[in-house]
């Protein structure tokens, strides 16, 4: 069975971005897809110090574990998709979750091929900034997208009043269905050629 790892990267438990990431979630059991939605809460998530404390061990593991980050990076192992849903705060994704990413992707998360998608949530306006900065890791780290009919953003302010975009919901759906599609599709255990990296420094 395939699985997909939805990330709620807002510390509301049940507010809107859980709602959008409901209904994607919903969508994919359609199709017989296990789903499980993780909250970040609001405990803190550290960001990365680049102490390259991963790089000495052998489990893909973040140095720190003292918050979530290790955790979710086992899951995102053990998955075939990631969804990250985020609010959109001054035209950002929240802070929290992009700490998550950052640490999660350096530190070694097995993530080449797995289906990628950002969910962003706002009240009036900064989404597309939001969601444009949370899709740039999976870009890094050979993910490939998942898209939509539209860009994955759902307007809303107060608790529960992304129930009300129509459009956003059907968008989030939509995403959904192609997500299935695509997981049905593409074979991970022939995923193409890697070259080894070749890091250039822009500095003479």
Not at 10 to 24: H, I, Q
Not at 102 to 111: S, V, W
Not at 176 to 203: C, G, Q, V, Y
Request: hydrophobic share 40%; with cysteine; net charge neutral.
């Amino acid at each position: 069975m395939k699985k997909v790892l939805l990330i709620n990267g807002s510390p509301r438990a049940k507010g809107n971005t859980a709602l959008a990431l409901e209904e994607v979630a919903r969508t994919l059991a359609g199709y017989g897809i296990e789903t499980e939605i993780v909250g970040i809460g609001t405990r803190p998530v550290r960001g990365c110090i680049a102490c390259n404390g991963c790089a000495s061990r052998d489990d893909g593991h973040c140095a720190f574990d003292d918050d979530i980050c290790n955790s979710v990076i086992d899951k995102l192992n053990a998955a075939d998709g990631l969804v990250v849903g985020s609010p959109t705060y001054y035209g950002t994704p929240n802070g929290t979750v992009l700490n998550l990413l950052h640490r999660m992707f350096y530190a070694g998360a097995r993530a080449d091929g797995k289906l990628a998608a950002a969910v962003t949530v706002c009240r009036r306006g900064g989404a597309t900034s939001a969601f444009q900065a949370l899709q740039m890791p999976f870009q890094m780290v050979n993910m490939p997208l998942v898209t939509s009919q539209y860009w994955n953003i759902v307007y809303g302010c107060d608790t529960g009043e992304a129930s009300l975009d129509a459009e956003g919901l059907q968008t989030l759906r939509t995403l959904a269905h192609n997500m299935a599609w695509l997981l049905r599709s593409l074979d991970r255990d022939t995923l193409p050629p890697r070259e080894p990296w070749k890091a250039t420094n822009f500095i003479r």
